[in-house]
């Protein structure tokens, strides 16, 4: 029963009702998935984990941060090849004629200048090794950075993915159960309609005590009516998060539980939000990868050392080609560039402020989520409690004026009235859960642990 009652506490989103009262904004890309596989007639039959595990798979937005890797993965290597080894080969075979005295051969007189036409057989491999170059040694470094940054931004997408999954979950769970009370006030005020009728054909009530009946029946229909259709299109929202098939029919398993409130402190929260919250890291590792930028650019300035050799076999015809090579050392030393590499550095000293900035403001953004989510617990702890004894009383006061009516002793105003009080305490209820939960999910979004909390408590997700 605890592991459930963590489940939750450790899985609700921060999505569009939650947004407002946290510094994490989800991108658009998080709500929307690719589908998988091809619709079946029998539906599926749902739980959390099967959400979180095809969220995994199919949201769009896990997808579009697991390109953006391999991007940063091909932008290191392409750094790396400029210190790595290039090693060429080219086989080549020439017929020519050449004019001597074009080359400045003095020939006496009466030698033509013309020789020719022969052959040139050449095959040779070519291999080009830096030596020592201070802007390309850090330029890896940064991409080796900004590869780390890609990582942390994955952790963080799947933690979203994660959230927003089971967000949907029980969102659609909150409009099941809204559903299932409007049905509920439905049926009791058909029960009190009908009940009402058959008091007038008696003679024991006047017509506007029917009339009262019928108009609140109707209003009850109108709500379970709405309320059936919110609980469709929040079905409609979860299966394009999770990539269920265009058209795919579905159940949900899981009822909405509730969940008690996390025994942390703010200080073992925010200690703990430091050492694990993905973005947050992942912001250190730009700010690396900036200075390492920097230094790149601040490179070209110094001179570079670069070796450069070549081995093959030169000759007029391959039969009777011999080995050659050549081996060169050459040192490039810049000493005018127009300006460039001062522009540069300009740029560079801009970009690594603006980085410094964004992971100053990440840990405060860190700070304040943490802090918000306490503040909303017990907030909504509050609300959840006393929507508990709301929806108690209600109920009782509706048992009761269904007895005084048919007692004789009080009006169908009375019923309505109480009837009124069940549907408002009910939405109230629902409402207090849910913003209990996501008061949690705010504080699981800050410590940045919610794959691996979904992982030890629901299992199956990879």
């Known amino acids: 029963m605890r592991s459930v009652l963590t489940v939750v506490f450790l899985l609700v989103s921060t999505a569009v009702h939650a947004q407002p009262r946290g510094t994490t904004s989800i991108g658009p890309s998080f709500f929307g998935g690719v589908p998988r596989g091809e619709a079946t007639a029998t539906p599926l039959s749902l739980t959390i984990v099967d959400a979180i595990n095809r969220g995994l798979e199919s949201n769009l937005g896990l997808l579009n941060a697991e390109e953006q890797l391999g991007r940063a993965q091909g932008a290191r290597w392409l750094a790396l090849s400029e210190l790595l080894p290039n090693v060429s080969a080219r086989v080549a075979e020439t017929r020519q004629k050449v004019n001597l ?7 006496p007189d009466g030698v033509p200048s013309l020789v020719g036409p022969f052959n040139v057989f050449d095959a040779r491999v070519h291999v ?10 850090n330029s890896a470094r940064a991409e080796r950075f900004n590869a780390a940054a890609a990582t942390y931004n994955i952790k963080t997408a799947r933690d979203l993915v994660v959230l927003v999954a089971a967000n949907a979950y029980l969102q659609t769970l909150a409009a099941s159960a809204r559903s299932s009370a409007a049905t509920a006030q439905m049926e009791s005020a058909d029960a009190v309609f009908r009940q009402t009728s058959t008091m007038k054909d008696s003679g024991l009530v006047a017509g506007i005590d029917v009339l009262r009946a019928e108009v609140q029946f109707g209003t009850a229909r109108q709500r379970n009516t709405a309320a059936r259709n919110e609980f469709e299109k929040a079905k409609l929202q979860l299966a394009r998060i999770i990539g269920l098939p265009v058209g795919q029919a579905f159940t ?3 009822e909405l539980p509730f969940v008690p409130a996390p025994e942390m402190t703010i200080e073992q929260a925010l200690e703990q939000a430091y050492r694990t919250r993905p973005d947050y890291l992942g912001a250190l590792e730009r700010v690396k990868a900036a200075e390492a930028e920097r230094s790149a650019v601040a490179g070209e300035r110094l001179p570079r ?34 300006g460039r590499t001062h522009g540069r550095l300009i740029q560079a000293d801009a970009e690594l402020r603006a980085r410094r900035a964004e992971a100053d403001d990440l840990k405060t953004a860190v700070y304040y989520d943490v802090r918000n989510a306490f503040l909303d617990l017990q907030a909504t702890s509050e609300q959840l409690e006393v929507a508990t004894r709301a929806r108690t009383l209600s109920a009782q006061q509706l048992t009761q004026a269904r007895d005084r009516f048919a007692a004789g002793v009080a009006a169908s105003l009375e019923i309505v009235q109480a ?13 207090a859960l849910y913003g209990y939960n996501v008061a949690k999910a705010l504080l699981a979004r800050g410590l940045g642990v919610a794959e691996q909390a979904a992982r030890q408590y629901l299992g199956g997700v990879r």
Not at 129 to 134: A, M, R
Not at 419 to 431: D, M
């Open 101 to 107: 005295a074009a080359f400045g051969f003095p020939l």
């Open 128 to 137: 080009t090794q830096s030596v020592f170059d201070v802007r390309a040694m």
């Open 252 to 254: 949900l398993v899981d």
């Open 305 to 338: 050392v670069a070796v450069n050799a070549d081995y093959g076999a030169l000759g007029l015809t391959p039969g009777d080609a011999r080995a050659t090579y050549a081996v060169s050392g050459a040192v490039n030393v810049p000493i005018f560039n127009g």
């Open 419 to 431: 009837q009124e009080a069940v549907a408002e305490s009910s939405e109230q209820y629902i409402s």
